[in-house]
């Protein structure tokens, strides 16, 4: 997906919402509400999804072009720049005010299937949380950030070889609690990992 590293956007940052789902049906039985009433609390939250620590791996299998590709997948670190060093990345200065470039290392290694014929889509769901925000998404950022790898030189990309690409986005400066978000597939469950900002 190349539209996504040829031009700059800056999206504005997208606040969690927690959406209450109720049951269809049975509104009015009494022996409903009663079972309801009686559950254990834990019964009625969804299940907070488990988050790693950083380095730790998980599996996912990504379509990669016409095939199927498993990757192991570790979400590193979290480069965090300051404000004069993201004035300088940006286009329009004015848009980054209050906000740092924050960038994902992604540690991914292909575990099975065919060679990639083109250049690898298994980091473009990766997304950057911090306080429990989502960033905007920095398209057009470097690709030669220090310890990233340029996606166009991946092209056929085999099993067994481990790369580390990059996804830079743009968080409020001075956020504290930062995570990195990866799913195998766009809108497929997330896998989270806290991590520190360095």
């Given at each position: 997906m190349l539209y996504r590293k040829t031009a700059l956007r800056i999206a504005a940052p997208?606040?969690?919402l927690a959406l209450a789902l109720t049951a269809c049906g049975?509104?009015?039985?009494?022996?409903?509400d009663d079972k309801k009433a009686d559950a254990p609390k834990s019964q009625?939250?969804?299940a907070e999804p488990t988050a790693l620590k950083a380095g730790e791996t998980t599996t996912g299998q990504v379509k990669e072009d016409k095939a199927a590709v498993t990757y192991d997948v570790a979400a590193e670190k979290i480069d965090v720049g300051t404000a004069a060093e993201t004035k300088k990345l940006v286009s329009d200065p004015?848009?980054?005010k209050g906000l740092v470039v924050a960038t994902a290392h992604m540690k991914i290694t292909h575990k099975a299937g065919a060679p990639l014929t083109d250049t690898p889509d298994v980091a473009e769901t990766t997304e950057i949380y911090a306080d429990g925000t989502r960033g905007g998404l920095l398209i057009g950022a470097p690709e030669d950030a220090p310890g990233c790898e340029d996606e166009l030189d991946l092209e056929g990309w085999k099993k067994g070889e481990t790369h580390v690409l990059c996804e830079t986005y743009l968080i409020p400066e001075g956020s504290k609690n930062l995570e990195v978000r990866w799913s195998a597939k766009e809108d497929g469950k997330?896998?989270?990992?806290?991590?520190?900002?360095?």
């Open positions: 997208v606040a969690v049975g509104g009015d039985d009494k022996k409903s009625n939250k969804p004015k848009q980054a997330q896998v989270t990992w806290k991590v520190a900002g360095k």
